[in-house]
């Protein structure tokens, strides 16, 4: 059974500072997501990386893939109020594989 | 708005009813899912279909009873349930792997 730990489980910070959560396995995934969910709606896919090592980057958000494809971290500069969620990441299996595995996530509030 | 419809948004029903989930994708993707989200714990996969056949069901009580008609719609099928059942139950449609898109989900209490 492929497992997906992610750490802090909560994270309460002020606006304005950097934040970093991380996505770990034993497990190595063939790519892996990241999503964002927010109190009463469906998690909201933010990134995909499917490279060992990849980097990439959407406006404030930094996702980075681990070389052996097993871990992965998303980094936030300046957290705004609207950063506020869960956020989830989810690691595919092999070509052909339907299946993603969830992590449980974490929950962030950024305090104006 | 997803791409990923749910209805109803919410429902509250009673250990002996039988009640019905609606998902509706009309994103051209060939796979759709079923979970169940409860506090603290991870998304749990219910039920896949791709290309409407079902291709996955994870020990999922005989309770719960999946429906594809076409690879546009999902139904889940509720009858006898216990308070335990009651959670956020998330569609999700996907093209392969490459990323799922979630409806909103259903709200479900059972009382």
């Known amino acids: 059974t492929q497992l997906l730990e992610q750490s802090p489980q909560f994270l309460s910070i002020q606006e304005g500072e950097n934040l970093t959560v991380y996505c770990n396995s034993s497990s190595v995934f063939s790519s892996l997501q990241w999503y964002r969910q927010e109190p009463g709606e469906g998690p909201v896919l933010l990134v995909t990386v499917v490279t060992g090592g990849e980097v990439k980057k959407l406006k404030r958000l930094t996702f980075q893939f681990g070389d052996a494809r097993k871990d992965s971290s998303l980094h936030i500069t300046a957290a705004q109020p609207g950063d506020t969620g869960l956020y989830l990441c989810?690691?595919?299996?092999?070509?052909?594989?339907?299946?993603?595995?969830f992590g449980k996530g974490t929950k962030l509030s950024v305090i104006p | 708005e997803t791409g990923v419809t749910q209805t109803p948004r919410h429902l509250v029903m009673g250990m002996t009813n039988k009640k019905s989930l609606k998902c509706e994708q009309h994103l051209g993707h060939n796979a759709m899912y079923w979970y169940k989200q409860s506090a603290k714990k991870p998304l749990e996969l219910m039920f896949v279909?791709?290309?409407?056949?079902?291709?996955e069901n994870n020990s999922v009580p005989s309770r719960f009873s999946p429906e594809c008609p076409n690879s546009s719609h999902l139904f889940l099928h509720l009858h006898t349930l216990q308070p335990e059942d009651s959670a956020l139950y998330l569609c999700a449609s996907s093209q392969q792997n490459y990323g799922y898109t979630f409806g909103s989900g259903t709200r479900l209490t059972v009382v």
């Open positions: 989810a690691g595919a299996g092999g070509a052909g594989s339907y299946q993603l595995t």
């Open positions: 279909y791709n290309f409407k056949e079902q291709t």
